[in-house]
């Protein structure tokens, strides 16, 4: 088979087209930068193109001669990036893969959204019909993304199955280093009571869902959670971390609304000089919105079946850590 992956030089990205170029799929990858993301992909097996998605004319040579395209760039949260560039880059393009991806005789586009989509689950599990309630410009544009790439969809008549991951986490992965390093490194302060619900997904499974979304006929024209095995506490998941680490567990805890007052000060003061605010508000929503979700329909509708437990994905993302020098 042959397959597309965007956004490839990313952590998700690099992962699904390396995975799948060593189980003897044809990878092209589509990357921003050649010479920084190109080299480890090629070494790999996987052929790549540079350039920015928002190219049409870009992603007209990169879906031709392709029978699956999954669709993983995008912009995650950066600081002095403007709404048009969120938009343009999480939803616009995404109706223009589609497209190009139609065009080419592309049988499926496996479109990576964001449980985000769905906000602060109220009541929990959520699954892939509870209420979209997205709370920042990134949700709000992955959200446009996918009402976007379905219409074409429907236009084009190509099948477009959107993918809604929880929290991805694994071996290189840098979103939540922080927290696996402040508690290893015993510098984890907890905002607000912690027992907020939490739901990881490990890398390696979330890979395996890509596959099964891009292939399984049931699939086509479907929107998949998917999530790992199983849901914890923030501060249960702390304390799991910390007990790998063989670390005693953090019990520092703070209110969190004046480090959300003070997030929203930085922000507003950073903006005009597109830094990075060391303190922001989507930092705090990660201790306060609960993340809880049902993969029931991915389950019985694909076969999804998360293999690494919580412990293990633990396990393997703090040894692969220690042995980088990264925690």
Not at 185 to 195: N, Y
Not at 249 to 268: D, I, K, Q, Y
């Amino acid at each position: 088979m042959r397959v597309l992956v965007t956004g490839a030089g990313g952590f998700t990205g690099g992962h699904l087209a390396r995975t799948l170029a060593a189980r003897g799929y044809e990878v092209r990858a589509l990357v921003r930068d050649a010479a920084r993301e190109g080299a480890d992909l090629a070494t790999a097996g996987v052929s790549f193109i540079a350039g920015d998605v928002r190219d049409a004319a870009l992603l007209a040579r990169a879906t031709a001669d392709i029978d699956v395209v999954y669709h993983v760039a995008a912009i995650y949260r950066r600081a002095g990036v403007s709404t048009a560039t969120y938009r343009a880059v999480n939803a616009r393009a995404v109706e223009q893969i589609v497209e190009a991806a139609a065009t080419n005789g592309v049988r499926r586009v496996v479109h990576c959204s964001t449980v985000g989509v769905h906000g602060d689950v109220k009541h929990p599990p959520a699954d892939e019909d509870a209420p979209l309630r997205p709370g920042d410009i990134y949700q709000k544009t992955k959200l446009e993304g996918e009402r976007l790439a379905r219409a074409a969809a429907e236009r084009r008549g190509i099948e477009v199955t959107i993918v809604r991951p929880s929290g991805i986490y694994g071996p290189g992965d840098r979103r939540l280093l922080k927290l696996f390093r402040g508690v290893a490194r015993r510098r984890w302060v907890t905002l607000g009571s912690g027992e907020i619900y939490y739901h990881l997904t490990y890398i390696d499974d979330l890979i395996e869902g890509f596959r099964l979304c891009g292939e399984h006929p049931a699939a086509a024209n479907r929107t998949y959670i998917l999530a790992g095995p199983e849901v914890t506490t923030l501060n249960g998941l702390v304390r799991l971390i910390a007990e790998i680490a063989q670390v005693p567990p953090p019990n520092l805890h703070l209110p969190a609304w004046p480090v959300r007052a003070a997030g929203a000060l930085c922000e507003v003061a950073c903006a005009p000089f597109g830094v990075e605010p060391p303190v922001y508000r989507r930092r705090v929503d990660f201790f306060t919105k609960s993340r809880a979700f049902d993969i029931a329909r991915a389950r019985n509708e694909i076969g999804f079946s998360p293999a690494v437990g919580l412990r293990e994905g633990i396990r393997r993302t703090i040894e692969w850590n220690r042995r980088e020098g990264w925690m």
